[in-house]
């Protein structure tokens, strides 16, 4: 059984920093890709940024150079940091993982976590 856990959501200003954070359990840390989705009311998720199992990161152009996604394998753990945010940022994340190695932009992820709130007021 694979489980994901997300922490570190809430309310920030606009420019503020949050760090959401990914715990992984029953599931190959070290050889498969983890990555962080996020949604809208009303629309699909989108890729926001993954990690894969050589460590090379990937973004979606909305989030380079404000996102940095990382993970910690002593603690099976990966991590968004927010940095610089937007009111548009505000939505659900979910953190998720695919077997083997992946992009961003194709990722399509075998698993999911419950999603965490992030809201950035103007």
């Known amino acids: 059984q694979v489980e994901l856990m997300e922490s570190g959501g809430g309310s920030v200003q606009a420019g503020g920093s949050l760090r959401l954070s990914c715990s992984a359990s029953?599931?190959?840390?070290?050889?498969?890709?983890m990555g962080w989705f996020r949604q809208y009311p009303g629309k699909e998720r989108e890729g926001v940024a993954c990690?894969?199992?050589?460590?090379?990161?990937t973004y979606a152009d909305s989030v380079k150079g404000r996102f940095t996604i990382s993970k910690d394998p002593t603690k099976t753990t990966v991590y968004l940091e927010m940095n610089n945010l937007k009111p548009e940022d505000t939505a659900i994340y979910y953190c998720?993982?695919?077997?083997?190695?992946?992009?961003?932009?194709?990722?399509?992820?075998?698993?999911w976590g419950q999603g965490v709130q992030v809201t950035v007021a103007s």
């Open positions: 998720a993982a695919e077997w083997g190695k992946t992009t961003i932009a194709i990722m399509e992820p075998d698993y």
């Open positions: 029953g599931y190959s840390f070290i050889r498969d890709s």
């Open positions: 990690i894969d199992k050589d460590g090379s990161a």
